[in-house]
């Protein structure tokens, strides 16, 4: 049982390129997340996915976009790499109970650099 | 309006004492949770404990136990003996409960480096 799995672990962009950071669980969970976490900033939401083939923005979705064609696996963009998209990336998963006390599981993250 | 806050970027401790990391929240929904995350260097986000608004009593997990004050809106993280290992930055996090949005939001403060000494 692997959890959530990121792919890569680490990336280095030149502005203007284009990369595709692939997030997969194996826990059979409906919502999916992804997030960037810089210095001093905690984790922001960018996008998130309640289910397979829905999507919708988090708070930071520019410059990004997110596809979920099958459950297990969710997918983050970046068309354009810019250098304020240097970041950590985390995938997380949690179960779709409506519920405040539904716990989000986190991959290891992908340190991404975009020079 | 900050929805979480973190006051302490850094703590110290020695080893085997207790340290508390400070967390408070805002919101005006009577339904939330507040969780704290641990990130060790190594980069992962590890969850640690779980506080609903309506718990009646404060959530322990082990050597971690969650100082629930509502009424100062306040979740502190206590943990107890600490150990080498707990080393890291550790994150507090909310979830309010509104049904309206169908989504409910995780939040989260900008995190409280530990460092425990020998």
Known sequence: NAGVTQTPKFRVLKTGQSMTLLCAQDMNHEYMYWYRQDPGMGLRLIHYSVGEGTTAKGEVPDGYNVSRLKKQNFLLGLESAAPSQTSVYFCASSYERRSVSETQYFGPGTRLLVL | ?118
Not at chain 2, 7 to 25: I, N
Not at chain 2, 27 to 50: A, C, H, N, R, V
Not at chain 2, 58 to 64: F, I, K, P
């Open chain 2, 1 to 118: 309006a900050q929805k979480i806050t973190q006051t302490q970027p850094g703590m110290f401790v020695q080893e085997k004492e207790a340290v508390t990391l400070d967390c408070t929240y805002d919101t005006s929904d009577p339904s939330y949770g507040l969780f704290w995350y641990k990130q060790p260097s190594s980069g992962e986000m590890i969850f640690l404990i779980y506080q609903g608004s309506y718990d009646q009593q404060n959530a322990t997990e082990g050597r971690y136990s969650l100082n629930f004050q509502k009424a100062r809106k306040s979740a502190n993280l206590v943990i107890s003996a600490s150990q080498l290992g707990d080393s890291a930055m550790y994150f507090c996090a909310m979830r309010e409960g509104s049904m309206n949005t169908g989504f409910q939001k995780l939040v989260f403060g900008t995190g409280t480096r530990l460092l425990v000494s020998p």
